[in-house]
């Protein structure tokens, strides 16, 4: 008898964007998502055909969870893996959440200009590693969303956020300067968990694997 028949395998799913993009693909692994499509202010979901436990976070408290083993696998962007340092084993790219990490800022911005840059951003380690292989000591300031708002307020010199169509840039005049790290949704999993459970956590990774695999072959077909 499985150590999970009592208990169900306990999935972080960041939500919003993240969330969106996902439930179609766990739909066409025939993983029934009705309770999540329904939520309402709920946050915790099981899946009525499988032993699958959704649990519905923003991207830094997936890691989170996953680091102290309250979720067994996560589903989150690599910009939040890399940003919050993640050690947890990476199974899968899901190759949707699909965007850039961009050097932007106004036109007038001159990348490389003699004096100590202020950067605004979400991402603060990412932006410190960028900036340190260039040899640039700059300051950052973390901001929280609407990123652009920093270099045309005059808060910072410049962002280094993310982009997926370019929108957000070209409708606030903005220009990116550099193309930094591509960014796309991964599947990770606790250690732990998968040493006590790997059927299961195989047996699920498989089947979205399959999806995602046929959905590749169908986009560069
Ligand atoms: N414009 C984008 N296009 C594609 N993927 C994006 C984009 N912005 C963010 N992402 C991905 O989706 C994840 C979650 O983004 P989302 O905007 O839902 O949450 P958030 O940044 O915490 O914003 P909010 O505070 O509005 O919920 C990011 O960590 C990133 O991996
Ligand atoms: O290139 P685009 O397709 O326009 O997408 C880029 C925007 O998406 C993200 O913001 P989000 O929508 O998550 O809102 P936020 O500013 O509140 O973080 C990102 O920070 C950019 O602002």
Sequence with gaps: MSSLDNKRLKIALT???V????VPLLEAANINCDQIRNKKRRLIF?????????ILAKGPDVTTFLERGAA???????????????????????????????????QDFDPKAPKRKIIGTKYPLITKRYFDSLG??????????????????????????ITETGTTIRENNLKIFD?????????????MSLKQHPD??????????QVVDKKGKTISK
Excluded: M, W
């Excluded at 969330?19 to 996902?22: A, G, M, P, S």
């Design 136 to 161: 640039q000591d700059v300051e950052i300031i973390k901001i929280e969303g609407s990123v652009e708002l920093a270099p045309l307020t005059g808060l910072a010199d410049a962002i280094v956020d």
């Design 72 to 106: 067994d696998i996560g589903i989150v962007g690599s910009d939040i893996l890399t940003e919050h340092q993640s050690s947890q084993y990476e199974l899968l790219d899901l190759g949707i959440g699909k965007c850039q990490f961009v050097l932007a800022s106004t």
């Design 19 to 22: 969330e969106k993009q996902v």
């Design 15 to 17: 939500k919003g964007r």
């Design 179 to 191: 193309y930094l790290d591509k960014v796309s949704t991964r599947l990770v999993v606790n250690r």
């Design 200 to 209: 299961e956590i195989f047996s699920f990774v498989d089947q979205i694997k």
């Design 46 to 54: 099981d899946s009525e055909t499988q032993p699958l436990e959704f």
